[in-house]
């Protein structure tokens, strides 16, 4: 029978839970190590519960394809130095192995699956941990995935083309991480997206002394200009190719016989308001 120490030991490699917490749960639990365990995990969901009003604002984005299907998936959490871990490297590839092989319709889905996941990490990690998104996307045979990691996780994207050309796809999927196109083409941008530019232009050009004395005519121009100039910077066809500056992305596409059916990029943490902390609010509110 295996002393309470190489008990302690093993669960410890098992949960990743600190000493005196795998001790106390042998020693509530009998020093059963299944139960024990458990009993780990419950102590972590309590955890999870009392972080609940953290900003998990870090994490990875993934990416990976297998045959005709693709996943792409950002997790957070609430430190850069928990996210550069090995742990919660090895957590985001769980949990990316899980979404593609059981294809979750929605994140509630997901985190369904993945309660037992996410209980365990919190207890070896101590962060409020989350799910924030994912897509999978199916492709047809004749039809080529893309896919790019940048900067370690920072960044992730997946591309779908129409044409069975791994180098190409590769090559647009590094363009869109580095670039941060919204549309394939102009005709993909809505038609609120540009009336609202050209809202805003009309607003601009009214304080441009510039223009005041310039036809109608000659100000819907410019106006038309500028809203075009600002659109093709979020266009993908629009902006010069990461590898050939020389080229539109859309020329390359023309020369390569393909076209863009669907992209995808994950940023981590954009859209979330990261919180700053107040030390000395926070020292003076504990000791009121």
């Not at 990416?63 to 997790?75: K, M, Q, S």
């Not at 609430?78 to 996210?83: I, K, R, S």
């Not at 090995?86 to 985190?111: G, H, Q, R, W, Y």
């Not at 020369?255 to 000395?280: L, N, P």
């Amino acid at each position: 029978m295996a002393s309470l120490i190489e008990l302690i030991k093993m669960l410890r490699e098992r949960t990743g839970a600190g000493l005196n917490d795998c001790k106390k749960a042998l020693e509530t639990n009998g020093n059963d190590l299944d139960k024990a365990s458990d009993w780990l995990r419950e102590q972590g969901i309590a955890k999870s519960a009392k972080k609940a009003n953290r900003i998990a604002a870090e994490g990875l984005a993934n990416v990976v394809a297998n045959g005709n299907d693709a996943l792409i998936v950002e997790v957070n959490c609430e430190t850069d130095f928990v996210a550069k871990g090995d742990k919660f490297k090895k957590l985001v590839d769980d949990i990316t192995n899980t979404l593609i092989s059981k294809k979750p319709a929605n994140v509630d889905e997901a985190n369904k699956l993945l309660t037992a996941t996410f209980a365990d990490a919190t207890v070896a990690m101590g962060e409020k941990l989350s799910l924030r998104r994912f897509e999978n996307v199916n492709k047809n045979a004749n039809e080529t995935f893309g896919a790019y990691i940048h900067m370690g996780g920072k960044i992730a994207t997946l591309v779908v083309i129409n044409k069975d050309d791994k180098e190409l796809a590769e090559n647009l999927a590094m363009h869109i991480a580095a670039n941060n196109p919204t549309y394939i083409c102009p005709h993909c941008v809505p038609k609120e997206v540009i009336e609202s530019e050209k809202k805003i232009a009309l607003e601009a050009a009214k304080g441009d002394e510039k223009l005041m004395s310039k036809p109608q005519a000659i100000i819907d121009k410019i106006i038309e200009g500028k809203v075009h100039k600002t659109l093709s910077e979020v266009i993908l066809h629009e902006q010069a190719f990461l590898l050939d500056d020389s080229k539109k992305v859309e020329q390359v596409l023309k020369e390569k016989g393909a076209s863009v059916i669907k992209f995808i990029r994950y940023q981590v943490g954009e859209g979330i308001e990261k919180r700053v902390d107040d030390f000395a609010a926070e020292v003076m509110a504990q000791a009121k």
